[in-house]
């Protein structure tokens, strides 16, 4: 990962959303809103900033997992 994620921020951004699920930005805007994925909306208009809460998104990777039997 981007060095971003070694800080202790409770936040992912898109970006590192999708490098991270390695899917496009809009593949991660479709997932998110589908999953209900809480966004937070730093700065206004275009040249704002979207994150998504770090538990929620690691809550919703375990609720994706596929145990194999």
Excluded: H
């Excluded at 070694?6 to 593949?27: H, K, N, Q, V, Y």
């Amino acid at each position: 990962m981007k060095k971003a994620e070694t800080i202790d921020s409770p936040f992912f951004s898109p970006g590192e959303l999708a490098e991270r699920w390695r899917c496009s930005r809009s593949s991660v805007d479709r997932i998110a809103r589908r999953a209900k994925l809480t966004r937070f909306c730093l700065g206004d208009g275009k040249n704002g900033s979207i994150r998504f809460c770090r538990k929620e998104v690691y809550d919703y990777e375990a609720s994706r997992q596929i145990v194999m039997r």
